[in-house]
């Protein structure tokens, strides 16, 4: 589907579309795919071990990760049982804490950088462990199979927008433990294309 069609679509449609479960009709009628995206903020992911260091038995919290001229705080922790310790930040906040040369994490550890974790009871050096976040599509096995997608595919999507539609290519398609389909664009990439949080929007393979 052209972007021109795409536009032309009443928006309240496609939303029909998607909210009654139609996905199957979509795909099968050639008429797009569609996603709903949404906006990640900077996170953390740690290991079982630097959880432990970072919090001991206490509750996990928010960490500071410290940069070289400035302190990045309140990081929420998303996940604390990961196989290594990965922080994903943005392009903005990498230049504001003069993180030079971040990259964009895809699956290989040696992108990243070493950082400084702080909780308010201890202090983790990491080494290679923060990133920039790849633009991602969570995606379930069945509709992954409807949508005629596969694991670590890369696929596109375009935000419309009056003046500033943006397409975003390199999108890393994630099949597994999701009932739906769902873009993650990073803060910079979210605010630059002016998403509403949940806008739909359409892909292309
Ligand atoms: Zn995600």
Redesign the pocket.
Same mark, same amino acid.
């Given at each position: 589907m052209s972007l021109k069609e795409h536009e032309s679509i009443n928006r309240d449609e496609i939303r029909r579309r998607v909210e009654i479960g139609s996905f199957t009709i979509c795909a099968k009628a050639g008429e797009g795919l569609y996603a709903r995206a949404f906006m990640?903020k900077s996170h953390a992911h740690l290991s079982k071990e630097d959880q432990k260091k970072l919090f001991g038995d206490r509750p996990v919290g928010l960490i500071d990760v410290c940069g070289f001229n400035t302190v990045l705080r309140n990081i929420p922790v998303a996940s604390g049982n990961s196989e290594f310790s990965l922080v994903e930040i943005t392009f903005t906040e990498a230049t504001k804490a003069r993180f030079k040369g971040l990259k964009i994490y895809t699956g290989n550890r040696d992108d990243c950088l070493d950082c400084t974790l702080e909780s308010p009871h201890r202090i983790v050096e990491l080494e290679k462990g923060i990133a920039a976040a790849a633009r @991602?599509l @969570?995606i379930s096995p069945g509709l992954a199979a409807i949508y005629g997608l596969s694991d670590q595919q890369r696929i596109s999507a375009t935000i419309p927008g009056e003046e500033r539609t943006i397409e975003f290519k390199n999108i890393i398609v994630l099949v597994g433990d999701i009932e739906t389909v769902e873009l @993650?664009l990073d803060a910079d990439e979210a605010l630059s294309a002016n998403l509403e949080d949940g806008q739909i929007v359409c892909l292309e393979k």
């Open positions: 990640i @991602h @969570h @993650h």
